[in-house]
Nanobody
Framework: QVQLVESGGGLVQAGGSLRLSCVVS????????MGWFRQAPGKERDFVAASWSTGNTLHADSVKGRFTISRDNAKNTVYLQMNSLKPADTAVYYCAADRGYGGRNIYEYEYWGQGTQVTVSS
């Protein structure tokens, strides 16, 4: 069993920064792919970033250059550093894990966290 717990969300002004954390517990060796997704009110859940056990990463065009996904394997934690935040970034952010080597698609991920709210004010 794998459990994911996100933290670090909150309220921030436009242009500010936040760092989200996702602590992975359980069978951590099975989480070859870690991803971040977000869902704004009334919208679909969108891909944000992914990190693979190979060390490669991928970021959505909407956040490229502003957000960075990273890992601390010793702490079984995945991070999403969010800089230059915009009101359009307001959403619930979800951490996800896949035993395989998925990517941008929600259906590729087997485990999900509870989500953490990020609100960016003007």
């Amino acid at each position: 069993q794998v459990q994911l717990v996100e933290s670090g969300g909150g309220l921030v002004q436009a242009g500010g920064s936040l760092r989200l954390s996702c602590v992975v517990s359980g069978r951590t060796s099975s989480t070859n792919t870690m991803g971040w997704f977000r869902q704004a009110p009334g919208k679909e859940r969108d891909f944000v970033a992914a990190s693979w056990s190979t060390g490669n990463t991928l970021h959505a065009d909407s956040v490229k250059g502003r957000f960075t996904i990273s890992r601390d394997n010793a702490k079984n934690t995945v991070y999403l550093q969010m800089n230059s935040l915009k009101p359009a970034d307001t959403a619930v952010y979800y951490c996800a894990a896949d035993r395989g080597y998925g990517g941008r698609n929600i259906y590729e991920y087997e485990y999900w966290g509870q989500g953490t709210q990020v609100t960016v004010s003007s």
